[in-house]
């Protein structure tokens, strides 16, 4: 299977749990995202790795961790879930490194519901 | 600050042309992205501009002025399956995408 992939698909979570969401992708991209999109806003950035290893901050990092530790698989980790982390989030990847103008692939979605 | 603009909604006829504009202040400019995205689905990559002008695509065209910070997507003969939000993004001096809010476009019959 091409392209990048999500998992679960949807999730209810209580509030204070932990909870990893899955994300692969099998076109040996660079570079990979975590965005959460919310309703009336754009996309957001929480963290990013431009390579295997390497991983930055994005817009909104606070209450969520990520590790690289192969091109594949990029997880990302809340420590522990409060109702604002009530979400969709994305996983994208993109060819090229940090220094490169080139598309973002989208994984379908994790729909994340903190109660 | 880093800010995207583009209109909440708009509505089009089926068959009909629309065009999306999408204005920028960005720290740094390395390209300009459209985005397509259906109702409970993935964002799926439309067009790119990184040098003043029109880049067509079968139906679709974007635009980009850099001096004035603004971009359009045109939407020809629109179709039924084109009722969707189409998002504006930038790729600021970090090779990072900002994004706007998207516009969510419906066509009426």
């Known amino acids: 299977i091409a392209g990048i992939t999500q998992a679960p698909t949807s999730q209810i979570l209580a509030a204070g749990r932990r909870m990893t969401l899955r994300c692969t992708q099998d076109m040996r991209h660079n570079a990979m995202y975590w965005y959460r999109q919310d309703l009336g806003l754009g996309l957001r950035l929480i963290h990013y790795s431009n390579t295997a290893g390497t991983t930055g901050k994005g817009e909104v990092p606070d209450g969520y961790s990520v590790s690289r530790a192969n091109t594949d698989d990029f997880p990302l980790t809340l420590a522990s879930a409060v109702p604002s982390q009530t979400s969709v989030y994305f996983c994208?990847?993109?060819?090229?490194?940090?220094?490169?103008?080139?598309?973002?692939?989208f994984g379908p979605g994790t729909r994340l519901t903190v109660l | 600050g880093q800010n995207i603009d583009q209109p909440t909604e708009m509505t089009a006829t089926e068959g009909a042309i629309v065009q999306i504009n999408c204005t920028y202040q960005t720290s740094g400019f390395n390209g300009l992205f459209w985005y397509q995205q259906h109702a409970g689905e993935a964002p799926t990559f439309l067009s790119y501009?990184?040098l003043d002008g029109l880049e067509e695509k079968g139906r679709f065209s974007s635009f980009l002025s850099r001096s004035k910070g603004y971009s359009y997507l045109l939407l020809k003969e629109l179709q039924m399956k084109d009722s969707a939000s189409y998002l504006c993004a930038v790729m600021d001096s970090n090779y990072q995408l900002i994004w706007g809010a998207g516009t969510k476009l419906i066509i009426k019959p």
């Open positions: 994208a990847s993109k060819e090229e490194g940090g220094d490169g103008a080139d598309t973002q692939y």
């Open positions: 501009n990184v």
